[in-house]
């Protein structure tokens, strides 16, 4: 996945600003694909000039509203259907956890409990962020509430695996 596709899909949805896509992806993808102000609004004008966007609207103080084009559709299409995802993952945690035989075992435990209660905390923020978005039957909702229940499913399995290897030291 890119930034260029997140972006694409949310605007997929409808217009917005480089403003409201900030805001969008804080309410939404920030845990599935996070991305900075700077890499959003840089996004943007690469796929304007790609032709994948256009500007819809121009406000006051330089505010642009940016909408998908059908070549923007195709490529989003394209992505979602015809490409393979990465499967690729890399995890500074589990590469910390292959080279725990370096420090005592103390310090080896006690980063697997630090990392379970990080997990239970980053558990806890997405259950707040569930209960704070108003879920309809609009597309967004649907599939932002099955990619939300992965993150709730993973971060729980995750403080579960830390808590099991910690009581393997």
Do not use: C
């Not at 599939?143 to 709730?152: C, F, I, M, N, P």
């Amino acid at each position: 996945m890119s930034l260029r596709h997140a972006v694409l899909g949310l605007l997929a949805e409808r217009p917005a600003s480089g403003y409201d896509l900030m805001k969008r992806f804080e309410s939404s993808l920030s845990n599935v694909w996070p991305a900075t102000q700077s890499q959003v609004y840089g996004e943007l004008g690469k796929l304007a000039t790609a032709g994948l966007l256009t500007v819809a609207a121009e406000g006051p103080r330089g505010r642009k509203e940016y909408a998908i084009t059908e070549e923007g559709r195709a490529e989003l299409h394209h992505w979602l259907i015809e490409t393979e995802p990465e499967r690729f993952r890399r995890s500074e945690v589990l590469l910390r956890v292959f080279f725990l035989g370096s420090v005592s075992r103390f310090e080896a435990h006690t980063y697997l409990e630090l990392e379970a209660a990080r997990s239970d905390r980053f558990h806890e923020a997405l259950k707040d962020l569930e209960g704070s978005v108003e879920w309809g039957d609009d597309q967004m909702s649907v599939y932002g509430r099955l990619a939300l229940e992965y993150g709730l499913r993973q971060t729980a399995m995750q403080a579960e695996w830390a808590r099991w290897a910690a009581r393997q030291i």
